[in-house]
């Protein structure tokens, strides 16, 4: 097993080298931050700890054939081409990479990384100098940031109210 893992706990800044047990068997995935050390500029996203293939039945069988394996979340870095870019230009180690959370199973990680990413309002937060803090380019593929004054105030509006 690889363990070159640069994945920190968020809580204890410990690293974790090996996929963490829940009592009830293995975290499906996490959800992480990705931060960039210079600009302080973030990334929130999701990684799965393994991986499934579906092959077709062996001979004589009828059951298609599930395979199971570890995903490469070790060396994973990310699947945004802003953030890969960003860290092939100024190299891994100028970046903080933080599990923010830990999923049970696929469902409650694709909605506790929803969840942190519109509590975090990762579409729309600045940074003291007016840019945008967050480098997520959308939230599951379906809502993206608005440059529109009304939007922008809208939202504001919005969070304020919750």
Same mark, same amino acid.
Not at 69 to 89: N, P, Q
Not at 142 to 161: D, F, G, H, Q
């Given at each position: 097993?690889?363990?070159?893992?640069?994945?920190?706990?968020?809580? #204890?800044?410990?690293?974790?080298?090996?996929?963490?047990?829940?009592?009830?068997?293995?975290?499906?995935?996490?959800?992480?931050?990705?931060? &960039?050390?210079?600009?302080?500029?973030?990334?929130?996203?999701?990684?799965?700890?393994?991986?499934?293939?579906?092959?077709?039945?062996?001979?004589?069988?009828?059951?298609?054939?599930?395979?199971?394996?570890?995903? &490469?979340?070790?060396?994973?870095?990310?699947?945004?081409?802003?953030?890969?870019?960003?860290?092939?230009?100024?190299?891994?180690?100028?970046?903080?990479?933080?599990?923010?959370?830990?999923?049970? &199973?696929?469902?409650?990680? #694709?909605?506790?990384?929803?969840?942190?990413?519109?509590?975090?309002?990762?579409?729309?937060?600045?940074?003291?100098?007016?840019?945008?803090?967050?480098?997520?380019?959308?939230?599951?593929?379906?809502?993206?940031?608005?440059?529109?004054?009304?939007?922008?105030?809208?939202?504001?509006?919005?969070?304020?109210?919750?």
């Amino acid at each position: 097993m690889n363990s070159n893992s640069h994945w920190l706990f968020k809580d #204890n800044k410990t690293i974790i080298t090996e996929v963490p047990e829940n009592g009830n068997g293995y975290y499906a995935g996490f959800v992480y931050s990705i931060k &960039d050390n210079d600009t302080g500029r973030i990334y929130i996203g999701k990684k799965n700890f393994y991986s499934t293939t579906r092959k077709p039945p062996l001979k004589g069988y009828k059951r298609k054939r599930v395979i199971t394996k570890e995903s &490469d979340w070790r060396t994973y870095t990310s699947s945004s081409k802003i953030v890969k870019a960003l860290i092939e230009e100024k190299g891994k180690e100028n970046f903080t990479f933080e599990i923010l959370a830990l999923a049970p &199973d696929k469902a409650q990680l #694709n909605y506790s990384e929803l969840v942190i990413q519109v509590k975090l309002d990762v579409l729309q937060a600045l940074n003291e100098n007016g840019e945008r803090l967050y480098l997520n380019e959308n939230i599951s593929l379906r809502y993206y940031p608005s440059a529109k004054p009304e939007t922008i105030e809208y939202r504001r509006l919005l969070n304020e109210s919750y």
